[in-house]
């Protein structure tokens, strides 16, 4: 029997088997089989999704990490085709050498090619680049009892669209051919200043963004009364100079699941103090690997356990820019009062890029993100109050971190779910899904 699989925040607890495939062309067999077992499945990347995105309602995943070479790539232009199990560290460790990079890349480089494009996964640079499925030039797609289809915009383009950011419900995704970004180094230039509170964060974005490719902050979730929503800003670019390296950080581990979380209140609080304290007021500049950059949670394997054997929920919203001021200054005020949160909450404006996906998550705006250890008072009495300022402010969540969004919100902050139902392969679903929809 295989190891079960779970998602990343461990929560809900509903360990998954998987059903994993070595070659593409073993695909469409595999995948009937399955089916015919079982009677329905899901693709199932590397489980970096945190909520019940990546969980099969018959809790049989078709495991896709087997699949992960590269098939072709033209270092001229930086066109790259692979299987649809590769993960973004895998794809960055041939590109990088050749000058290249990813033009997204979420803040794990441990997710899957595939599941990057059923998420339509988001970055630092969303103000600039969109998300990750502005950047596929074609994939190929998977239903059962079909024979296998390409998709791109201009071939199946109703499907192209409904399976970027398709939550892996409208087939597998087996090979996907990505447009990369020539870099000149892998290294990234840095400012990063601290901020006070929340209206400065809005003014530093407003003046900064359009300069960087990067941007992003940090967010002390406990800070309450006038420091509410201080934190610190940070802005990058890719290096002009310097040599182009592969990551070879030594990852730490987080040997044990402890019985509870080791995040509390006071631990938290002492870190956020720390934290801030320890960032400058003035503006400072330096010069960053990419790993700890971007990824600076990959380098402890197995962080989530830290939250305890009950898991955790990581809340993440997208607020429009009109509403998006006031609407974080409630949210903040109402997690400082709760007491809860975690030691990286990250404040981001999103641009105006539109994706070509159905059901992507960014809009024109500001998302905050941060985890929170599960407990009855978290789906009781926190998460409600959140989901209220949410609404209230035309927000929405991000399915890929979810847990617990209403059927009812999901339907009103996702229009297009109908159009994704319609073309959804009935022998897929998700926990997710059948949790918000049926
Ligand atoms: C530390 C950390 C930081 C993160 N930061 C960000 C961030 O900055 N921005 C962001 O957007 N996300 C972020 N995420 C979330 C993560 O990037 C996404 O959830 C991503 O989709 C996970 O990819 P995966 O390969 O692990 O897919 P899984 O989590 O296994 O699956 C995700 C979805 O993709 C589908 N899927 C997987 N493979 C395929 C396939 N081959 N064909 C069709 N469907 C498929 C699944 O059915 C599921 O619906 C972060 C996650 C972590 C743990």
Redesign the pocket.
Known sequence: MSTPLY??GRFPRRPQRGHSCVWLDELPAHLNRVIEDHSSS?????????GD??LAASDQ?LH?RS?DRLIEADWDTGVLKVE??I?LAEVLAVAIPRGWFLPV????Q???????????????NHHVRG??GRHVRSFGLLRHGQPEMACSPSVNASLFCA?IG?????????WAQLQLMPIRASQIDTTTVRFAHLAEFFSLSDELDDQHEYSVAWVDCLAKGADTGRGVFIVGDHAHYGSLEVGKRAKLSMPITPPVSLINSLSLSAFNNLYWRVHPSQRTQGRSAYEPFF?P??RILH??RIYGRRGFQQYQCVIPTANAEAAMGELLRAIADSGQGSFLA?LKRCGDMRSPGLLS?PMPGTSL?LDFAQSEHLENVVFPRLDDIVRAAGGRL?P??DAHMSGADFRQAYPAWERLEALRDPS?M?R?WSRVLL
């Open positions: 998602s990343w899901l693709p199932y990347g590397n489980g970096r999704s945190y995105s990546c995943v896709m699949l649809a199990g993960t890349t979420p803040g794990t441990f997710a899957t090619v595939g599941g990057a494009i059923a998420n339509d996964v988001h970055g630092k998300t990750f399976s398709g939550l892996g419900l409208t087939g597998v995704i087996h990824y949670l990959d962080w989530n990250v998550f993100a991000y890929a971190k897929l998700s997710f």
